[in-house]
């Protein structure tokens, strides 16, 4: 394989997760098969940046968005900087390039009362996926976690006796996360309730469909849209939103950035940072209502 090399460094070396390293190889793929198609070249090596910036053009005339077409770049970059590493190459013919501008877009979380609707206003069947997508409601909201965390997560992952949660996150990295004593008593649940399924294939896995295989992320996706429905009228309904509420919410209620940063497994604070505007706009609020020289 072409990219081989570069795919083990990544999985190996920067202990990316399989199904990153399969998007990098991907992006590079379709590179490579522009380049082939355009200029006959079988690799990418001798690529110069005026043959690379004819493949942007023709990624953005696709229709492709500039969010994803940087995300191609990105890998692209990744890999002539290890090319440069490992000698293969002697400059990165992306050196100079600027990403192309993204508009940034403000996620709105859920509100307290959004969250506490679905979870104690509405009900909740005690069946096998009743209890499931209650305790995937719960998980989101009182952990953070991202979704492809949540459907990979395992039985043994959980600490009922420590009231903890282990996380691979990315770069496989391992985190641990508290459990609230709510969240416990749904699981024990959910626990008793998934033995009643007839047959299990990924005995492993933590959240399983009825048929008893691994549940799989567009599930997840409208299960947390299918609820939310219900109580938002919000554009977007999806898990990230929750996770961004967990942050958001524990910031508003004065929790320390950095331990909020750890709790999400971000590598550094910039990350953790987007999560403030809403948390500033709570304390501005605060600040308005309590302040004496604001008083009339």
């Not at 492709?64 to 002539?80: D, E, G, I, Q, T």
């Not at 550094?268 to 505007?277: F, G």
Request: proline share 3%.
């Amino acid at each position: 394989m072409i990219f081989s090399s570069f795919l083990d460094y990544l999985l190996l070396e920067k202990n990316y997760s399989a199904l990153t390293v399969n998007a990098y190889k991907k992006d590079l793929q379709d590179c490579l098969d522009f380049i082939t198609a355009e200029y006959e070249q079988d690799t990418l090596v001798d690529v110069n940046y005026p043959q690379l910036r004819r493949w942007i053009v023709s990624l953005v005339e696709s229709g492709l968005s500039n969010r994803s077409v940087n995300r191609k770049l990105s890998a692209l970059n990744s890999y002539y900087k290890f090319l440069m590493k490992v000698g293969d190459l002697d400059q990165n013919p992306l050196a100079k390039h600027k990403a192309l501008k993204v508009k940034k877009t403000i996620q709105i979380p859920f509100s307290e009362k959004e969250v506490k609707s679905v979870l104690d206003d509405f009900p909740h069947e005690h069946d096998f996926e009743g209890l499931r997508n209650r305790l995937i409601i719960e998980l989101f909201y009182s952990t953070g976690i991202r979704r492809i965390e949540l459907v990979q997560l395992q039985v043994a992952d959980f600490n009922l006796s420590n009231h903890t949660l282990k996380v691979l996150g990315k770069r496989n990295k391992e985190r641990l996360v508290p459990l609230l004593p709510s969240v416990i008593e749904v699981i024990v649940l959910y626990l008793q309730a998934r033995k009643s399924l007839n047959h299990i294939t990924d005995t492993g896995y933590m959240f399983l469909t009825q048929k008893g295989v691994k549940i799989y992320e567009t599930l997840v996706y409208r299960i947390i849209n299918n609820y939310f429905s219900l109580a938002s009228t919000k554009v977007k309904k999806s898990p990230h939103i929750l996770r961004h509420s967990f942050a958001t919410h524990l910031l508003n209620q004065g929790a320390d950035l950095n331990a909020v940063k750890e709790l999400l497994g971000h590598s550094s604070l910039a990350s953790t940072q987007v999560y403030t505007h809403n948390s500033i706009a709570e304390l501005k609020k605060v600040y308005l209502n309590t302040h004496p020289r604001n008083k009339k």
